[in-house]
């Protein structure tokens, strides 16, 4: 079936709709709390108090101190994992609290 010329898919616009409404960061920041849950597990979870994205830094509030120490020894690969279940590059810098 051929497209017209003021025809485009409903992917196309919808992320039309996002781009033109500013939303992307919304998006962006229940996508990261999923995808935390998801790359970090049932185990770091019970202990994870917040997870906010503001521009790219991810602000993680853990109640455990050991957690967090262990954690922090890992950021780089914990970045990776997440940007990748993401499948785009949305987090650059992760700070634990």
Known sequence: MAKHKNQQSLGEALQEF???NK???GIDQVNVKEAWER???NGVNHYTK???LRNDILYV???????REELSLGTS???AMLNEDLGREVIQKLILR
Do not use: D
């Not at 853990?62 to 957690?67: F, H, Q, R, T």
């Open 18 to 20: 996002i781009s033109s």
């Open 23 to 25: 939303l992307q960061s």
């Open 39 to 41: 790359v970090l597990g």
């Open 50 to 52: 917040s997870v906010t």
């Open 61 to 67: 509030n853990l109640s455990s101190s050991v957690l």
């Open 77 to 79: 690969r914990i970045i």
